[in-house]
């Protein structure tokens, strides 16, 4: 059973940074960071592939990074320029290859493309 533990959330200033990791017991081919605020449905914030091929939604496109680092089966989401949009739930997801999962596309960061999830590490932005 793939297991994921997000870590690195917390309280920050509103323009401020902050880096989440998830460790996952097994790496996978495509991997995400998925965020749900109160009231609203779940939402794809970027995704990533074994080959580095990478997807962000419009909202954080060039301020948000992720990378993941094999060795370590470890995802990161480096956030910044943080702003009163962004405060969630955030949780990082994976899945196998195929289907949108593929060398050829860009990672699939609609939520229900992905069968594994962590339990979530809260972010908050406070000004």
């Known amino acids: 059973q793939v297991q994921l533990v997000e870590s690195g959330g917390g309280s920050v200033q509103t323009g401020g940074s902050v880096r989440l990791s998830c460790v996952i017991s097994?790496?996978?081919?495509?991997m995400g960071w998925f965020r749900q605020a109160p009231g609203k449905e779940r939402e794809g914030v970027a995704s990533?592939?074994?080959?580095?091929?990478?997807r962000y939604a419009d909202s954080v496109k060039d301020r948000f990074d992720i990378s993941r680092e094999n060795a370590k089966n470890t995802l990161y989401l480096q956030m910044n320029s943080l702003n009163s949009e962004d405060p969630a739930m955030y949780y990082c997801a994976a899945r196998p290859s195929g289907g949108s999962c593929n060398p050829f596309m860009l990672p699939p960061i609609d939520p229900g493309a992905y069968n594994h999830w962590g339990q979530g590490t809260q972010v908050t932005v406070s000004s």
């Open positions: 097994v790496n996978t081919y495509c």
């Open positions: 990533i592939n074994n080959g580095a091929r990478t």
